[in-house]
């Protein structure tokens, strides 16, 4: 539940969320809640569920916000898009967040070479390197590591413990929630000779036991986040190998997701936690990736395309597929391929009986031939 700072009444808050008040405009609440069944005498509860609707009954709330054409029968707000609402809401309510003051704190260690506007926060235990440049009213809180030649823009939050590597540049308006992780070394490593694995794509089962080093290829790119990003907890993206990995403006990445060295994530890309972006993967515009979902690298995922969670995706998919399952493959092939696999087992009993149906019709078969064949030798016995 959420104490609003003074009472509000449906009027007000039918402004702020841009809704239509079904009931007395002057009705006064001081809180809201996103359950009805935990709202108070003097609650608003969002209700965007409809099966919630049917167990207002037994709700205490004073009012109740709820999506264009439901009928309630109690004072309400109707909306268009409920979560659009939400976020209205929330925006003006806001939260109180404990940012560090404008300057540098005591305890952080910041490079002489650095080059930081007069109007950013840096709090407790924060270790800038050589040459980092941080643009006006960025804020960085506690025990947070940039390298050297960092770029970090205008307006950025970066939340405790994020690590950013060398080289790396931040646009502006970033945000990086706790523990996120930029610029780390891609996972790439090359042997001196063909490994025991390049002998078996190759068809070559003559393998070897003797010692074939992995050699870490040099990972000398970087990683550029571009404006009004957002980037979860413990989500980490490697540095190119050359060039840039690169997330594209507006994209808003979940926590634990994993994007790979060379990657390319285009504009307003939504990814959903647990991700997984293997190497040199190229993601358009506006795709949306669900949680858990992976792909293999050298992947070309079209503009707004819509992988659902789990998919494993092992090929290119086109703009504006949906794809489901793993391997991946298209939402109606994919539904299509559940239905006929929830009728198998009935299919296999009618197989099973077709099986013994001519079974037996094989065996009145033979025995009319046979009959067939007596009644003809019977004339020349005679």
Same mark, same amino acid.
């Given at each position: 539940m959420?104490k609003?700072?003074?009472?509000?009444?449906?009027?007000?808050i039918?402004?702020i969320i841009?809704?239509?008040?079904?009931?007395?405009?002057?009705?006064v609440?001081d809180g809201?809640v996103t359950?009805?069944?935990?709202?108070g005498?003097?609650?608003?509860?969002?209700?965007f569920?409809k099966?919630?609707v049917?167990?207002?009954?037994?709700?205490?709330?004073?009012?109740i916000?709820?999506?264009?054409?439901v009928?309630?029968?109690?004072?309400?707000i109707?909306v268009?898009?409920?979560?659009y609402?939400?976020?209205k809401?929330l925006?003006?309510?806001g939260?109180k967040r404990?940012?560090?003051?404008?300057?540098?704190h005591?305890t952080?260690?910041?490079d002489?070479?650095?080059?930081i506007?007069?109007?950013v926060?840096?709090?407790p235990?924060?270790?800038?390197?050589?040459k980092?440049?941080?643009g006006a009213?960025?804020? =960085?809180m506690a025990?947070t590591v940039?390298?050297?030649e960092?770029s970090?823009?205008e307006?950025?939050l970066?939340y405790?413990?994020?690590m950013?590597a060398d080289?790396v540049?931040?646009?502006?308006?970033?945000?990086?929630?706790q523990?996120?992780?930029?610029g780390a070394?891609g996972f790439g490593?090359?042997?001196e000779?063909p490994? $025991?694995?390049?002998l078996?794509?190759?068809g070559?089962n003559e393998?070897s036991?003797?010692?074939n080093?992995l050699?870490?290829i040099p990972?000398?790119g970087t990683?550029?986040?571009e404006?009004?990003v957002?980037?979860?907890?413990?989500?980490? %993206?490697d540095?190119?190998?050359?060039?840039a990995t690169k997330i594209?403006?507006?994209?808003k990445i979940d926590?634990?997701?994993?994007?790979?060295? $060379?990657?390319?994530i285009g504009?307003e890309?939504?990814?959903v936690?647990?991700v997984?972006?293997?190497?040199?993967?190229? %993601?358009?515009?506006?795709v949306?990736v669900?949680?858990?979902?992976?792909m293999k690298d050298? =992947?070309?995922?079209?503009?707004?395309? %819509?992988?659902e969670?789990?998919?494993g995706?092992?090929k290119?998919?086109?703009?504006?597929?949906?794809? %489901?399952?793993?391997?991946?493959?298209?939402a #109606?092939d994919?539904?299509?391929?559940?239905?006929?696999? #929830?009728?198998l087992?009935?299919?296999f009993?009618?197989?099973?009986?077709a099986? @013994?149906?001519?079974?037996?019709?094989?065996?009145?078969?033979?025995?009319?031939e046979?009959s067939?064949?007596?009644?003809?030798?019977?004339p020349a016995k @005679?």
């Amino acid at each position: 539940m959420i104490k609003l700072p003074t009472p509000m009444s449906l009027g007000q808050i039918a402004e702020i969320i841009g809704g239509q008040v079904h009931g007395p405009l002057d009705l006064v609440v001081d809180g809201v809640v996103t359950s009805p069944m935990s709202a108070g005498e003097s609650d608003l509860a969002l209700v965007f569920d409809k099966n919630l609707v049917k167990l207002l009954d037994k709700s205490k709330a004073k009012a109740i916000v709820v999506p264009q054409g439901v009928k309630v029968d109690r004072p309400a707000i109707s909306v268009a898009r409920p979560n659009y609402a939400i976020y209205k809401m929330l925006s003006t309510i806001g939260c109180k967040r404990y940012f560090p003051e404008k300057g540098i704190h005591p305890t952080a260690v910041v490079d002489p070479s650095c080059h930081i506007a007069e109007d950013v926060a840096i709090g407790p235990l924060v270790v800038i390197g050589p040459k980092t440049k941080i643009g006006a009213r960025t804020k =960085i809180m506690a025990n947070t590591v940039l390298g050297g030649e960092v770029s970090i823009g205008e307006d950025c939050l970066i939340y405790a413990g994020c690590m950013i590597a060398d080289n790396v540049c931040v646009g502006n308006r970033v945000i990086l929630q706790q523990g996120a992780s930029l610029g780390a070394d891609g996972f790439g490593y090359v042997t001196e000779r063909p490994s $025991n694995m390049e002998l078996r794509m190759n068809g070559i089962n003559e393998l070897s036991e003797e010692a074939n080093p992995l050699l870490k290829i040099p990972q000398i790119g970087t990683v550029v986040v571009e404006d009004d990003v957002e980037i979860g907890s413990n989500t980490t %993206i490697d540095r190119a190998t050359i060039g840039a990995t690169k997330i594209g403006r507006g994209s808003k990445i979940d926590n634990l997701v994993m994007i790979a060295h $060379n990657c390319q994530i285009g504009r307003e890309v939504i990814l959903v936690a647990q991700v997984g972006v293997a190497g040199s993967c190229n %993601i358009g515009d506006r795709v949306i990736v669900a949680g858990q979902a992976g792909m293999k690298d050298h =992947i070309h995922i079209g503009k707004d395309a %819509i992988i659902e969670g789990q998919a494993g995706v092992m090929k290119n998919i086109p703009e504006r597929d949906i794809q %489901i399952g793993s391997p991946a493959l298209g939402a #109606r092939d994919f539904m299509t391929n559940v239905a006929l696999n #929830r009728k198998l087992p009935a299919l296999f009993d009618q197989c099973k009986a077709a099986e @013994k149906k001519i079974a037996e019709l094989e065996t009145k078969l033979k025995e009319l031939e046979q009959s067939k064949g007596m009644s003809q030798l019977e004339p020349a016995k @005679k």
